[in-house]
Structures are given as structure tokens and as C-alpha cells.
């Protein structure tokens, strides 16, 4: 897996990181991933940045996975309310295991 600053690798899954609250998601998704495929989110802050991220790829018509225990926000009311209020709209909310699961080649 390639990680990188919205820089593509060839070949199998890209993980794309973004070092500011929501990095410049237009410009980063629409050079790193086609909408068809499934983005798994994950990061912090749940509410600000990987919201943000979300929102973008969202209206880009981007799949999303969220994997809810691998993000934090300030408080837990905060990543709560995100996770259970708005993800489930625009995405589906999974744990981290479950995710590796069902990546998992069995």
C-alpha cells in the first residue's frame, strides 16, 4: 500500500494522508482514487478533519467505510455524535477489525 501526500502509487490500495484539518480533498481525490472504489477513512479529528474529508468525497460520489475507532476528536461527545449522527449518512461505520476482515483475502 502507498502512502503518501495525494500522490498515486501503482498498483493495489492507496492510503493517502493529509497533514492539515482537511488537506485540500477535491484536488487529493480526484488525482489518488476513482469514485467506484471505497475509501476507508480514519484520523483525527473526527468532527473536523476526516468530516471534511468525508463531506468532499461524499458529493464526489466516493464509497466510504469509517473505521470508528481509529479516529478521535477533542472530546468523546464530539467523535459520538459525528459517528452516530452523521457518517451513517454518507457512508458505513465499522471497527477497525471488521474492516481488516473483510479485506482479509480468506
Known sequence: MGVSDGQVSEGGPVAIRISRDHGDPP???GR???PSIAMILCG?????????TARFAYEYGY????A???????????HTITVTK???RIG???KTKEILADLSPD
Open 63 to 66: 464509497n466510504q467505510v469509517f
Open 92 to 94: 458505513l461505520v465499522r
Open 86 to 88: 452523521i457518517f451513517p
Open 27 to 29: 484536488t487529493i481525490l
Open 32 to 34: 489518488s482514487c476513482k
Open 68 to 78: 470508528e475507532d481509529a479516529m478521535a476528536a477533542l472530546s468523546a461527545e464530539e
Open 44 to 52: 483525527i479529528s473526527t468532527n473536523f478533519g476526516v468530516e471534511s
